[in-house]
C-alpha cells in the first residue's frame, strides 16, 4: 500500500520561503512521477510542479516558474517543495501525489494523494 504524507506547511509572510517535505512509503516502484498540487478554499485543485519518480524531468507550472523547485531524497523516498518569494495567492493547501502513468499536470491522472498540508501567506 502506498501513503504519502506531507509535511512542512504553515504561516509566512510575504516573500518568505517555505520548503515542503512528501514521505513516500509502500509500492513506490512502480510510480511514473511525483508531484504537488494546491486548493484554496472556493478553487479546483490546480497542478504546481511535479518531477518524474527518475529524477530525469520536472515540469513546473508558470505561475511558480522560478520561485518553486522540486527535488527528491532518493535514499529516503522524500520529495520536497521549496517555494521562495511566496506571495498571497499561494495561500492553499498543498498536496503530495503520485501517478503510474505517463504525465504530470493532470489530477485526475495520479494515483495517491497525500492528506494536505497548510500553507498561509500573509503580513
Known amino acids: 500500500q502506498v501513503e504519502l504524507v506531507e509535511s512542512g506547511g504553515g504561516l509566512v509572510q510575504p516573500g518568505g520561503s517555505l520548503r515542503l517535505s512528501c514521505a513516500a512509503s509502500g509500492r513506490t516502484s512502480s510510480f511514473y512521477a511525483v508531484g504537488w498540487f494546491r486548493q484554496a478554499p472556493g478553487k479546483e485543485r490546480e497542478f504546481v510542479i511535479a518531477t518524474r519518480w527518475s529524477g530525469d524531468r520536472s515540469v513546473v507550472a508558470d505561475y511558480v516558474q522560478g520561485r518553486f523547485t522540486i527535488s527528491r531524497d532518493n535514499a529516503g523516498n522524500t520529495v520536497y517543495l521549496q517555494m521562495n518569494s511566496l506571495k498571497p495567492e499561494d495561500t492553499a493547501v498543498y498536496y503530495c501525489?503520485?501517478?503510474?502513468?505517463?504525465?504530470?499536470?493532470?489530477?485526475?491522472?495520479?494515483?495517491?494523494w497525500g492528506q494536505g498540508t497548510q500553507v498561509t501567506v500573509s503580513s
Open positions: 501525489a503520485a501517478r503510474n502513468s505517463v504525465g504530470y499536470r493532470e489530477p485526475s491522472k495520479y494515483n495517491y
